[in-house]
């Protein structure tokens, strides 16, 4: 890409920040929500190397179903809230592998050969 394109692109996007329809949208809980939201698959994600005897069934059935009911909320709210969406199959995900940890941890007869190695050996 040549500099002169680059600069008529980079002018369209700063151009495009400064309008109003941007502005309302930044200032909107259609953005704020799901930004907010997205500390719950982010902490799972962070969570995914941790112990599994940690992990709680209960709370990962409820976390996934409410990605769920949500990810269809955020496809049919006018307007579509692609941002809220993306989070919400994020965290649909990795609740659904935290569900698969905790079941193989459950259902183990061998608890200590699933865990997590600990920091301390690596």
């Not at 919400?88 to 592998?97: E, L, S, W, Y």
Request: glycine residues 4%; contains cysteine.
């Amino acid at each position: 890409m040549s500099q002169k394109k680059a600069a008529t692109l980079g002018q369209k996007i700063v151009e495009n920040l400064k309008s109003k329809e941007m502005r309302d949208y930044f200032m909107s809980t259609h953005f704020w929500g799901p930004v907010a939201n997205w500390g719950i698959p982010l902490a799972a994600i962070a969570d995914i190397r941790s112990d599994p005897k940690y992990i709680s069934g209960k709370m990962t059935l409820a976390l996934t179903v409410y990605s769920a009911v949500f990810m269809r909320f955020a496809l049919k709210v006018k307007p579509r809230n692609m941002l809220l969406f993306a989070c919400h199959v994020t965290n649909g995900t990795v609740q659904t592998i935290q569900a698969v940890r905790y079941i193989q941890y459950q259902f183990s007869s061998d608890k200590k050969a699933i865990a997590v190695p600990s920091s301390a050996s690596m």
